[in-house]
């Protein structure tokens, strides 16, 4: 990722999304050129010149003091997610020389400790959101389709945005799959702009941007957050509807987070995890379906004996 052009792209974005009579300026009636403020008229309210705002737009002021980059953000009425990013790009860390990346690996502690969990549900994400560790129930809920022992492979290792846009599987399993997507677009983003440059990131990302054009729009779109808590619902192919809420913790030294899944005590989502963590969980029924006796060949005949029961 180019850090100058995303600053640019990003800025330019916020810009659009801002009507002039929102930021208190006249519009004077007749047609604008561009949606949005002009760079003058922020360059204006943030109390900059507008050919200092321009070289920031286009990544040629690295030195940018924080009244500045403040300044610009209040205009914009950046959230703290996007006003971290703001800063991240416009102070981009110096690229050394690159070394070819090792695969991630777990801590053996932390294996043992979303092992320990038992029927909860917890996986572990890599800088990338690979999944690099899940426990049984994790990989159950989530993607039960997919080999166990994949992570253990990193050639093999799921993608939490790959299996998002690319497997059907992934897409039936979220009740609200839009706001998942968004979502994990936005922590994508922000990872981004943290590893400009990562060879890895920059294929998971061409490799979506090519398969979904869910994944494109909303790559234009420059939405960054963070991942954090919530609560989603899943529908699950073989328990059914469960509401479970999301946590995730950030390992310090390895750049991993942990995901745990929890449903409210005693509910039924609780009861479905617990069917879930049975060896063979039944499918949930379905109320549009009856099953129909087997039909006879012959009248005289059990349908048993028959050479085709339909």
């Known amino acids: 990722m180019d850090t100058q052009a995303e600053l640019g792209d990003f800025l330019r974005s916020r810009r659009a999304r801002l009507r002039p009579e929102d930021a208190g300026l006249p519009t004077f009636g007749g047609r604008r050129r561009v949606p949005g403020l002009r760079r003058e008229e922020l360059a204006q309210l943030a109390g900059v010149s507008a050919g200092y705002y321009t070289r ?123 706001a998942k997507a968004r979502a994990t677009v936005a922590d994508l983003r922000k990872i981004a702009a943290h590893h400009p440059g990562s060879p890895g990131l920059t294929a998971l990302i061409g490799e979506l941007t090519l398969g979904s054009r869910e994944f494109t729009e909303l790559w234009t779109s420059h939405t960054v957050g963070d991942c954090g808590s919530s609560t989603r619902t899943y529908h699950h192919p073989t328990v059914g509807t469960l509401t479970l809420g999301v946590e995730f913790m950030t390992l310090p030294d390895d750049d991993q987070r942990v995901a745990v899944f929890t449903p409210e005590p005693h509910s039924p989502s609780a009861a479905a995890l617990t069917l879930l963590a049975t060896p063979h969980p039944p499918r949930p029924p379905s109320p549009a379906t009856h099953p129909r006796p087997p039909r006879a060949c012959y009248p005289d005949r059990p349908a048993e004996r028959c050479g085709n029961t339909g």
């Open 56 to 178: 920031l737009e286009q990544g040629q002021s690295p030195n940018a003091s924080d009244s500045v980059l403040d300044a610009v953000a209040r205009v914009l009425r950046l959230d703290d997610a996007e006003r971290t990013h703001l800063y991240t790009l416009a102070r981009p860390k110096p690229m050394g020389r690159r070394r070819a990346a090792r695969p991630e690996q777990v801590r053996p502690g932390v294996r043992t400790m979303i092992d320990s969990f038992g029927d909860v549900p917890a996986l572990v994400m890599g800088r990338f959101l690979d999944v690099l560790a899940w426990n049984p129930m994790a990989h159950a809920l989530i993607a039960g389709h997919v080999d166990f022992d994949a992570p253990n492979r990193p050639a093999d290792r799921p993608n939490i945005a790959r299996l998002l846009f690319l497997d059907p599987h992934t897409r039936e399993l979220y009740a609200d799959w839009p």
